[in-house]
């Protein structure tokens, strides 16, 4: 078998963790990689571990997004389908993922089961607590209100589309992600649900956070896939944004004007990264040693990431 090859690419999520710590993005894209081999150093495996780790956000996240595909293809196959039956699907999913965490499977293989942060770095006990309770509580109640939303007042507003009209996408773990081509470099870009309509190709993506400017950059570059992956105009792609805990729709721009700027804003990122890359050589992809990435100023940027343990600021476990 050909040895896997870290290539060079571009994603809105690879791009913020840039923005955010380029400690954080040399972890993400390069002190990771190898690390599933058991020849690979500590560090390596451990980075590659911690790359896994999901915490209550992901975790709902990725639940109420599983729960709601489900329910779309049930009603698109007329087959039953409640808000009740997605809870249960969302639940299921949160149970198991604590169970493989509280099993330590993880350990063996952090690619197959989950490991949760909070409990990972002690936020919260696994068997008894207030903080326990309180996350148990939250986790559920935020899955709850963002499934009731979204049949309530999300899934009325979607059309029940055929199979002939869904766009398949190709997500993390089933091959090689949604992406395109721009200016020699891949760019990833993985929308929620995508179909056909009245000759447009129409975007929606789920959101179970609080509304962000950010957001509708990110549906930018689903507008850019659509174009490439689909040769279509930008007046025929319609894009949204489903804020699920707030239960609200938002329809976002895009135009050849919005189009190009982000073309313009995607070369200029992958420059900035070339930077940090021996020769700024993106087809040998070697980055700079670990110290040339420096870590963020700002700490309240790092209660939430995975890479704690090796970034060695043990203090920022204690920030609310």
């Known amino acids: 078998m050909s040895e896997l090859k870290n290539t060079f690419s571009w994603s809105f999520s690879q791009e913020q963790d840039f923005i ?68 249960q699907t969302a639940m299921s999913l949160l149970r198991k993922a604590w169970k493989e965490h509280t099993s330590d499977k993880w350990r063996v293989n952090p690619k197959k089961y989950t490991c949760i942060s909070e409990l990972y770095y002690g936020k919260i006990s696994p068997d008894s607590g207030s903080e326990r309770d309180e996350w148990v509580s939250l986790v559920r109640g935020r899955t709850e209100i963002c499934i009731q939303n979204f049949f309530a007042q999300i899934l009325p507003h979607i059309p029940n589309v055929t199979y002939e009209q869904i766009i398949p996408i190709a997500r993390a773990g089933q091959g090689d992600p949604e992406h395109f081509h721009l200016g020699g470099i891949k760019i990833y870009a993985i929308p929620d649900w995508v179909y056909k309509k009245e000759g447009k190709i129409v975007v929606h993506d789920w959101k179970t956070g609080i509304r962000r400017d950010k957001h509708k950059e990110q549906l930018a570059v689903y507008g850019l896939w659509s174009q490439r992956k689909h040769s279509v105009t930008p007046d025929e792609i319609e894009l949204f944004v489903e804020y699920l805990e707030s239960g609200e729709q938002t329809p976002v721009d895009y135009s050849v004007e919005i189009a190009s700027a982000l073309c313009d804003r995607i070369l200029s990122s992958v420059k900035e990264m070339k930077q940090f890359l021996v020769n700024r050589d993106t087809e040998k992809n070697v980055p700079l040693p670990k110290e040339s990435f420096p870590e963020t100023e700002d700490l309240s940027r790092c209660k939430n990431c995975n890479y704690i343990e090796l970034c060695g600021r043990e203090f920022v476990t204690k920030i609310d």
Not at 23 to 41: I, L
Not at 57 to 84: K, M, Q
Request: glycine fraction near 8%; charge should be positive; charged fraction near 30%.
């Open 20 to 87: 955010d710590c380029k400690r954080k993005h040399f972890f993400n894209r390069y002190g990771m990689w190898g690390g599933w081999d058991s020849g690979a150093s500590q560090e390596k495996r451990t980075a590659y571990r911690l790359k896994q780790m999901k915490n209550k956000w992901s975790l709902i996240g990725d639940a109420v997004e599983t729960a709601v595909l489900e329910i779309l293809e049930r009603r698109r196959v007329g087959s039953p389908y409640s808000a009740e039956m997605a809870m």
